[in-house]
């Protein structure tokens, strides 16, 4: 497992601190800690895409969510948390071009999945263990819609996505990581 980009990390805030030592805590007690297969707890990755000004963020429509989100995904035995993300923004949205604005993670989060079906199968509650990054994409590009996982691709304006946004618990997240994004301007 890399979990140095874990422990190099520095928290921004409480939850950060807190989280981050559960993360490193879970990581050792937990070789299946990057696999789906621990039902209790995973590593994920998210993303937030922006465009070159940014000014936009380039969200999905989660399924399983039902709101407009970042883009992202598990692990699933892969210990680099960037390739991840890279590799689930352009599966989620179709851009071939992303990049990485930053190449660490800019929030930790420890979020709550509640339980769901997914694929015809029961998700039961867990956490996800989630690193968060920074990555810009070209918005001219195509946009390609996964149908089994998003029903839908969109360019927002930075001011604006939240009023898209209706799982309240990812707006504190959000809010977060646009206020590193809009200090990088």
Known sequence: MNIEIIKNYTPKNEQEKVDKEAMLSFAERNPDAFLRTNLTAHFTNSAIITNIDKTKVLFVNHLIYKSWGWVGGHNDGNPNFLDVVLRES??????????????????????FVP??????????????????FLLVADETEELITKVDENSGVRWFDIDEVLNYVTEERMVYIYNKIFKILKGLK
């Not at 949205?93 to 979020?111: A, F, M, Q, R």
């Not at 769901?116 to 998700?123: A, D, T």
């Not at 039961?124 to 263990?129: A, E, P």
């Open 115 to 132: 339980n769901h079906i997914k694929n015809g199968h029961y998700v039961g509650d867990h956490i996800h263990m989630n690193l968060s």
């Open 90 to 111: 352009h599966e989620e949205t179709g851009i071939k071009n992303v990049k990485p604005l930053l190449k660490e993670p800019v929030s930790l989060d420890n979020i």
